[in-house]
């Protein structure tokens, strides 16, 4: 796949993405907002919980679809059709045996929900029902729709969008819909949650079908397809590593705070997520497609090329990701005041901690996607450690200090094992470059970054503006603030040359 090809592709996704996430990203802040108004704190802290413990049993999954990408890369660079039906269908073997594992294991997380949710006040089957809805539409996944990563491999994701998003920008309309108009909402949230799922799991099968239609099931056992693709199992066994920390991080946090607290301080903390993940979003929209040509990248070999592409994006993401981090710590506090009351808002601490968590999961993007196109999942210790660090000090740290604590623990994790560790193996064991040129690339990027907030902290109290006073005020004084914040640190990163300029040239060739 030719490098004009690859950017023109990712283009195209980025572009498609990002309608689509606008649409769904106003549609959730507004249908959380009835949740919260016809429903209350506590359905919502019961649906977050449910999520995290689904997300718990997905590990199952011991990242099998990150491993089968990885394999898929050379052979649709090279049009491999038989390979690619070998792999595809050893993931299909693959997925059905771990789909068994989360129902068995489903029954028996089912069997402790009367401890689990001992301090709810609510019915014990809103419980059993809100965990049985998302478990079915985890199992589609496993079941129907395992072969559309053969269309994100091959930067297709742009089609998975269109077989997707529709649908799940109809149910958020109708549950809002049902949540205000009908008697027993949760009810027919949950009966439309169940409907639109399977309806969009339909609607992908039959996208990947009409565009691979040359996939089919390999006649080869299972037994024979695992002897041959033995690299596979071995990067899974990593990869599992690898997705126990990540669900440490990402979704042990709500747990701990339910344990410390209630299902409404679970809530109010859901309220800044729903923020954080909707900016991630935003990223992933225009970021998504990017890994399968990265990893197209990869197995031309060219090192200058990769390096140079290297430093455009770690750029890139710098820049989005200290964007957003100041945004969310300067605009969150009002935006939650106007959204839905002072009453939902959290301290000026955990917003800065939250802030952080944000900008590093942006920015470590660059690293990862070049760490999984050059399948450097070896180091099963450093998720280990990362995972020891994050639970420890989050429990430890949420006994003196509740929420702030907790996020503290899963920041120093963060900082250790991800801004530290996962560089340094990239380029020792990926481009085989010295970290050294990483290091003064940071550096460089953080001294940028803290020179212009400070600039921007005398800058502020001159917009005579109160964002909390209304929306329009609120979307008055973010533009205002954003716009100058994005001109001078775009604008500094071209001058000291960190890649953001070679970025922008390649833009203006496509």
């Known amino acids: 796949m030719p490098s004009q090809s690859r950017t023109k592709k990712s283009l195209l996704n980025s572009a498609v993405s990002m309608f689509f996430v606008a649409v769904q990203f106003l549609l959730g802040f507004y249908s959380r907002k009835i949740f919260l108004e016809y429903l209350g704190t506590e359905i919502l802290g019961l649906n977050s919980t449910a999520v995290n413990i689904l ?27 038989a390979t690619i039906c070998e792999i595809v269908s050893l993931q299909g073997h693959l997925y059905k045996r771990i789909a068994g594992g989360i129902v068995v294991l489903s029954a028996v997380a089912m069997c402790f929900f009367p401890w689990i949710f001992s301090k709810m006040e609510l019915p014990l089957w809103y419980a059993y029902t809100s965990f049985a809805v998302l478990l079915w539409g985890a199992l589609l996944g496993y079941y129907v ?28 309309l109708c549950q809002i819909a049902a949540m205000i108009y009908l008697t027993d909402p949760y009810v027919w949230w949950l009966v439309l949650e169940a409907l639109f799922t399977t309806i969009s799991a339909i609607s992908l099968r039959i996208v990947t079908n009409r565009e691979f239609p040359y996939l089919k099931n390999s006649a080869d056992t299972f037994a024979n397809l695992r002897q041959k693709y033995n690299l596979i199992f071995v990067k899974v066994k990593q990869l599992f590593i690898h997705k126990i920390a990540g669900f440490a991080l990402f979704q042990a946090s709500p747990l701990i705070i339910y344990a410390y607290m209630s299902l409404t301080a679970v809530a109010l903390y859901g309220n800044y997520i729903v923020v954080t993940n909707g900016v991630k979003t935003i990223c992933s929209a225009v970021f998504s497609s990017i890994g399968a040509g990265i990893g197209d990248l990869v197995a031309e070999g060219d090192k200058n090329r990769i390096i140079k592409v290297f430093r455009e994006l770690f750029c890139l993401r710098f820049l989005t990701a200290a964007i957003f981090a ?50 450097l999942f070896s180091d099963v210790w450093a998720p280990i450690t990362e995972a020891t660090i994050n639970l420890s000090l989050s429990i430890l740290f949420g006994y003196f200090w509740g929420l702030n604590g907790i996020l503290s623990g899963a920041l120093v994790s963060l900082i250790v094992i991800v801004m530290i560790w996962k560089p340094y193996f990239l380029f020792t064991k990926g481009f085989r470059f010295p970290v050294i040129r990483y290091v003064l690339l940071m550096g460089k990027h953080l001294l940028i970054f803290a020179a212009i907030a400070i600039i921007m902290y005398f800058l502020l109290p001159n917009i005579s503006i109160n964002p909390a006073a209304s929306w329009g005020s609120w979307f008055r004084y973010s533009i205002i603030s954003i716009t100058i914040f994005s001109i001078l640190i775009s604008t500094a990163l071209i001058l000291f040359r960190c890649g953001l300029g070679d970025f922008i040239e390649r833009f203006r060739r496509k």
């Not at 011991?62 to 052979?75: D, E, Q, R, T």
């Open 145 to 172: 729709n395992y072969r559309q990563i053969v269309l994100s491999a091959s930067q297709l994701d742009y089609k998975i969008q269109f077989a997707t998003r529709p649908w799940y920008i109809i149910k958020i």
């Open 55 to 81: 997300q718990f049993l997905n590990l199952t999954e011991l990242g099998i679809g990150a491993a089968v990408s990885f394999s898929l890369y050379k052979p649709l660079h090279h049009d491999d059709r």
């Open 326 to 375: 100041w945004g969310f710590i300067n605009l969150v506090q009002p935006f939650i005041c106007v959204w839905i009351g002072p009453q939902y808002m959290l301290s000026t601490t955990a917003v800065v901690l939250l802030a952080s968590l944000m900008f590093i999961d942006i920015v470590r993007n660059a690293v990862d996607l070049f760490i999984n196109a050059y399948g």
